[in-house]
């Protein structure tokens, strides 16, 4: 199926064929028609300086597996750089067989830079400048491509692996993940804060110092060495 005769049929109809493909085995066919409504839609858009990227994304359930498996039809979804809570202006509902939804990154992309920045400088020593440097990796991410897997992370596990250099990370070897994960824990947990704690930076009186302090003592158990001081990679 053409996505042009797609996009002329009902929207009864258009969840009917999904569940359909979904049953017999090919839902990729319906993935492929998402994605090319997504590609023609965001060069509708590209004259419009807010928005980042059109990509797919999964909307409201439409048939649900042997009772466990929820099947969620396929909607475009526009991310943009504007704050929370703005609309686009002439944004339609629906675009060539598919409904659109809209996702701001502006407040949640400052966030990651803060939290970026504040980190480094707390756990390497980096100044800003060395710091938005290395988010130059994450543009992509950060503008919402890639279905958003940077924001679904968090800054924290995002920054992790470059929280140790290259010759630490050596020397742990086949155990680096697990690092990973445990550093991310303590940087998420700070001080015994309630809750996981995405934002470090903003939380009031978050004791950088001790989580230096376990950090450092976590990679000591890791590869072994002295302690590393503020300013060095831990």
Known sequence: ?????????????????????????????????????AGNLHKEMESVPEVTCVETTHGGIIYVDKSIINVRELVLNVCTFLPGGVPLENLPSRFQGFGICQTNLGDRRLDFLNTWMRLFKEIRGWNDDTTLRWAEKWTDGLKGRGRCVLYHYGPVKIAVPSLIDEAAQQAVGDRLQKLYGEMTQIIEQGSGESGRVEHPDTVENYDWGYVRERLSRLIVSYMGGPPASKGESV
């Open 1 to 37: 199926m053409n996505l042009p005769y797609w996009a002329d049929l009902p929207e009864a109809e258009q969840r009917r064929l999904a569940v359909e493909w979904y049953t017999i085995g090919k839902w990729g066919e319906y993935e492929q028609l998402a994605i090319d409504a």
